[in-house]
């Protein structure tokens, strides 16, 4: 049993899964996102190594050949992938680790580390969705209904997941996400392995 | 599948259960505590059918014999007892209950409802709950022995809960408490039974 724990937090586009895990990571202790590869050229005021780490699709070929990622996944024709041995520090060491990352890579996870927490984050409508993927502003109307389908599509894979969270207030959603990570530090596995020392002084 | 969720929060005597119920209750919406019926004679300041239905010995044995009870115990030589009817009726109604029994409770609990959820509630050390049942005031060392006996048995239990919540500092303890309550109703099953319309709306 790794100390930490592994979890899982997808989202269709315009969920504000980022957002929200943003938010998260600033205000808990031992916990981390990892950072994903990936061969998607950085957007306006992403920094390499702080949002991704951007490498070209023939790096990305060979780190898969060298069996570096833990998942990877192809999106919209780019590739992503999270670093394995990075993973695996982080939970040796105690620290909740975090994955960002689409159904396709879910589902690569859950069959590695079966142990992971999957959370899925959704809007409160589809209204509300549309109007979050047409917002960005400067993007066409078919642009916008691929998202849309696409959101969809990675809707449709929620019952893979153990927790459902909607985010319809920001707030109300992070204190959800909250007291999903909370409360797995308190199951009774855990607390076996992490409060050895008490539950021996109390029952001696 | 009921709609409300049933909780099982057992204790050893001083490990602070009933302030944190207390406090929980209070600030927590769909949930409430059964009140046990019991033939322990009122301490000073108890209300009857607000801390406990009080009744006699006799009448206790014929509840039992008409099936009334979901579970009853013997702690000190007195009975204590659940409602059925009224725990169900409320679990229909979409309101969580909690029960605060103790260990052989919990055990016939969980056989007629093993979908219900168990926290066991600790003191952080044998020292501070010495302290703490010291603490009351008028009783003689053999009663505080025995107390302190009957903890650490009561305690020999906690395997067989769910969640394990130490009670160092009251205010992170009832932030656990309300973070795995919380997080119960995050859970997929919970989430796509009372969050139906919306998934087939966002879905469609």
């Known amino acids: 049993?790794?100390?930490?724990?592994?979890?899982?937090?997808?989202?269709?586009?315009?969920?504000g899964k980022t957002s929200l895990v943003t938010e998260l990571v600033k205000t808990s202790r031992h916990l981390t996102?990892?950072?994903?590869?990936?061969?998607r050229p950085p957007r306006e005021?992403?920094?390499?190594?702080?949002?991704y780490h951007f490498i070209n699709a023939e790096t990305f070929q060979q780190m898969i050949g060298r069996g570096v990622f833990l998942e990877h996944a192809e999106v919209f024709g780019n590739f992503y992938g999270t670093s394995m041995e990075w993973v695996e520090e982080q939970l040796t060491q105690g620290t909740d680790v975090i994955l960002e990352i689409d159904w396709q890579g879910a589902q690569q996870i859950r069959r590695l580390a079966p142990e992971s927490i999957g959370i899925f984050i959704l809007p409160?409508?589809?209204?509300?969705?549309?109007?979050?993927?047409?917002g960005r502003g400067s993007d066409s109307a078919n642009i916008i209904?691929?998202?849309?389908?696409?959101?969809v599509s990675e809707m449709s894979h929620y019952k893979e997941f153990d927790y459902i969270i909607i985010n319809d207030d920001f707030d109300e959603a992070l204190l959800d996400l909250k007291a999903v990570?909370?409360?797995?530090?308190?199951?009774?596995e855990f607390q076996q392995?992490?409060?050895?020392?008490?539950?021996s002084d109390l029952l001696q």
């Open 1 to 15: 049993m790794s100390k930490g724990t592994l979890y899982i937090i997808a989202a269709p586009s315009g969920a």
């Open 33 to 39: 996102v990892s950072i994903s590869y990936t061969t």
């Open 45 to 51: 005021g992403e920094v390499d190594g702080q949002h």
């Open 124 to 134: 409160p409508s589809q209204k509300e969705l549309h109007k979050r993927l047409s």
């Open 145 to 151: 209904a691929l998202r849309m389908a696409k959101a």
């Open 181 to 188: 990570i909370r409360s797995q530090r308190l199951g009774l």
């Open 193 to 199: 392995e992490y409060r050895k020392d008490l539950l």
